[in-house]
């Protein structure tokens, strides 16, 4: 069972739309939750993290985070084909470590 | 504000040769050190992590070893490279906070070719 699941996409999304992503987590103990952006041939970039329920907002990312539900979710509000990428979902503390758990991405794609 | 290194870029090495990737850490003392792998098209591999100095945790068998010689420097080490080894070779630091593991930060990568 993976700990950490997206769906793999393409998400197609127009440009100026909402995009959505989800991530669905199994280790009930975790404590932190960051989504990614990592470009083709680049190296993961850090763009939301949340530590408690409810919601945080960043320009135009807001990452959700139920807890009870085990999942988290990132949207971005009017997509922009910059925003084209592979997003990557991370959960740590699981197990009261210092690890760092990575779905496999969900591509994105915002078409002009 | 904190920057972290990674060297070399590239990297082509036959099948059989030794492996030596560096990753420093810069305007931070005592981070959470790591390790990861990348092959093409697929998730990050979580391979070593490191608390401390002399303090590594492995989460892959097999012929990769780590280190940690110094607060801020990590290394990556083989001695006998494996085609199965080639792949995006990805170092990250971050900060432990009171509650739990705290944002973590990629250097920008080792792409690894073994042939």
């Known amino acids: 069972q993976k700990e950490v699941e997206q769906n793999s996409g393409p998400l197609s999304v127009p440009e100026g739309a909402i995009a959505s992503l989800n991530c669905t987590y199994s280790?009930?103990?975790?404590?932190?939750f960051f989504w990614y952006r990592q470009y083709s041939g680049k190296s993961p970039e850090l763009i939301m993290f949340?530590?408690?329920?409810g919601d945080k907002e960043d320009g135009r990312f807001t990452a959700q985070l139920n807890k009870a539900s085990q999942y988290v979710s990132l949207l971005i509000r009017d997509s922009q084909p910059s925003d084209s990428a592979t997003y990557l979902c991370?959960?740590?503390?699981?197990?009261?470590?210092?690890?760092?758990?990575f779905g496999t991405g969900t591509r994105l794609k915002v078409l002009a | 504000s904190q920057t972290i290194h990674q060297w070399p870029a590239t990297l082509v090495q036959p099948v059989g040769s030794p492996l030596s990737l560096e990753c420093t850490v810069e305007g931070t003392s005592n981070p959470n050190l790591y390790w990861y792998r990348q092959a093409a098209g697929r998730g990050l591999q979580l391979l070593f992590y490191s608390v401390g100095i002399g303090q590594i945790s492995s989460e892959v068998p097999q012929n990769l070893s780590a280190s940690r010689p110094q607060d801020r420097q990590f290394i990556l080490s083989s001695k006998k490279l494996l085609l199965s080894d080639s792949g995006f070779y990805l170092c990250?630091?971050?900060?432990?906070?009171?509650?739990?593991?705290?944002?973590?930060?990629f250097g920008p990568g080792t792409r690894l070719t073994v042939t």
């Open positions: 990250a630091w971050s900060r432990g906070l009171a509650g739990g593991p705290g944002e973590q930060y």
């Open positions: 991370a959960v740590a503390g699981t197990s009261g470590t210092y690890k760092y758990i």
């Open positions: 949340i530590y408690s329920n």
């Open positions: 280790d009930r103990g975790s404590q932190s």
